[in-house]
């Protein structure tokens, strides 16, 4: 198993602002991936972080308002860019080898007002 | 595409009641199955997994079985706790290798609430 932290674990921010959430597994991990929960909604990936590359968007998201990073097999990170009250949602990062068992960070709870 | 459907919610049962959650879903490859838990103000953990067909995946008392036949993985607990509430989330995962591998396709999620 791999055991997965993040920060923040929340925050609240201004609209038209950005914030960077960080995920840290601790041992490597070939796929990391970025998910999004809106209040009371089921989760919705963002996008898969490739490691020294470009990370790869799902439909409806794009890399001027998620860009992404991922400089290794442990670490990743999220930017929400420009933020607006619609950004509010809890933001999860997962990771795991291949399509065996994703394991879940705590999430990020943010709040955009 | 792939797609994950779960009993509409939520669900509310006395402690020691039988719990079942339905799950379908619709994949063009093989997938593995998953069922997730949060906890109140928690992110998501596994609760059980099957990667094949007829595997039964289990943990803390829950149960559920690749059902390729019906494409189903229903989730069952034969008494449940008042710790047992919270939302679960079924999943699957494509192992087909190509630009989904590894991703995880949700459920829309379920709310149980156990009260004493």
Same mark, same amino acid.
């Given at each position: 198993s791999a055991v997965i932290s993040q920060k923040p674990s929340r925050d609240i921010c201004q609209r038209g602002t950005s914030l960077t959430i960080q995920c840290q597994v601790d041992s490597q991990v070939t796929m990391m991936f970025w998910y999004r929960q809106q209040p009371g909604q089921s989760l919705t990936l963002i996008a898969t972080a490739n490691q020294g590359s470009e990370a790869t968007y799902e439909s409806g998201f794009v890399i001027d308002k998620f860009p992404i990073s991922r400089p290794n097999l442990t670490f990743s990170t999220l930017t929400v860019s420009?933020?607006?009250?619609?950004?509010s949602s809890i933001y999860l990062c997962s990771g795991g080898q291949g399509a065996e068992t994703q394991y879940f960070g705590p999430g990020t709870r943010l709040l955009v007002l | 595409g792939d797609s994950v459907t779960q009993m509409e919610g939520p669900v509310t049962l006395s402690e020691e009641a039988f719990l079942t959650i339905n799950c379908t879903y619709t994949a063009t490859g093989y997938p593995s199955l998953f069922w997730y838990v949060q906890y109140p103000g928690e992110g998501l953990q596994l609760l059980l997994k099957a990667t094949k067909a007829d595997d039964k995946g289990s943990n803390k008392g829950f149960e559920a079985t690749y059902r390729k036949e019906t494409t189903s993985f229903h989730l069952e607990k034969g008494s449940v706790q008042v710790s047992d509430s919270a939302v679960y989330f079924c999943a699957l995962s494509d192992q +087909? +290798?190509?630009?989904?591998?590894g991703k995880l396709t949700f459920g829309q999620g379920t709310i149980l609430t156990v009260h004493p």
């Open positions: 420009n933020m607006s009250p619609e950004d | +087909g +290798g190509g630009t989904s591998y």
